[in-house]
């Protein structure tokens, strides 16, 4: 069992970091913030918008904000993390600011949804209204007649 981890981030576009002698990453998902170290149990999961923290060997901490992405570890030594967008960087307070910013807009972004989700059930049950509603159905069947 090797006693480092390969961490490996990308985009569709873009190889963003392929780095080995990693000694621990850090990373969260919905369930809350978790750890991985050498012979880790294979894993898949799904991050959020946030911040993948990595010790070096050297001993330095790197980070890279994401914007969403999938992560697995194989084998308990390759750790692999495929995200929609990552911006790598040094300053955690500017990565975590953009994370927060990434958050804010999905947020927005699933309240618009939901309005206009809201909008278009109003539109259809009064689209439905009208076609059940005693008068239309007379005119449906076109004598004049209310429907019995």
Same mark, same amino acid.
């Given at each position: 069992?090797?006693?480092?981890?390969?961490?490996?981030?990308?985009?569709?576009?873009?190889?963003?970091?392929?780095?080995? %002698?990693? +000694?621990?990453?850090? $990373? /969260?998902?919905? *369930?809350?913030?978790?750890?991985?170290?050498?012979?880790? &149990?294979?894993?898949?999961?799904?991050?959020?918008?946030?911040?993948?923290?990595?010790?070096?060997?050297?001993?330095?901490?790197?980070?890279?904000?994401?914007?969403?992405?999938?992560?697995?570890?194989?084998?308990?030594?390759?750790?692999?993390?495929?995200?929609?967008?990552?911006?790598?960087?040094? %300053?955690? +307070?500017?990565?975590? $600011? /953009?994370?927060? *910013?990434?958050?804010?807009?999905?947020?927005?972004?699933? &309240?618009?949804?939901?309005?206009?989700?809201?909008?278009?059930?109003?539109?259809?049950?009064?689209?439905?209204?009208?076609?059940?509603?005693?008068?239309?159905?007379?005119?449906?069947?076109?004598?004049?007649?209310?429907?019995?």
């Amino acid at each position: 069992m090797s006693r480092t981890l390969r961490l490996t981030i990308t985009t569709p576009n873009v190889v963003l970091l392929d780095e080995a %002698d990693v +000694r621990s990453v850090r $990373a /969260e998902d919905k *369930s809350g913030g978790f750890g991985i170290l050498p012979g880790h &149990a294979d894993l898949l999961t799904v991050l959020p918008p946030s911040v993948v923290r990595w010790r070096a060997s050297d001993g330095t901490e790197r980070y890279c904000a994401i914007r969403r992405g999938v992560m697995t570890v194989r084998k308990g030594e390759i750790v692999s993390i495929a995200c929609r967008q990552g911006v790598p960087g040094g %300053d955690l +307070r500017e990565l975590e $600011a /953009e994370v927060e *910013s990434a958050r804010a807009e999905e947020k927005d972004a699933s &309240a618009r949804a939901r309005v206009e989700e809201t909008r278009l059930h109003a539109s259809a049950v009064r689209q439905l209204v009208r076609y059940l509603h005693p008068s239309s159905v007379s005119e449906m069947f076109g004598d004049g007649k209310e429907a019995p």
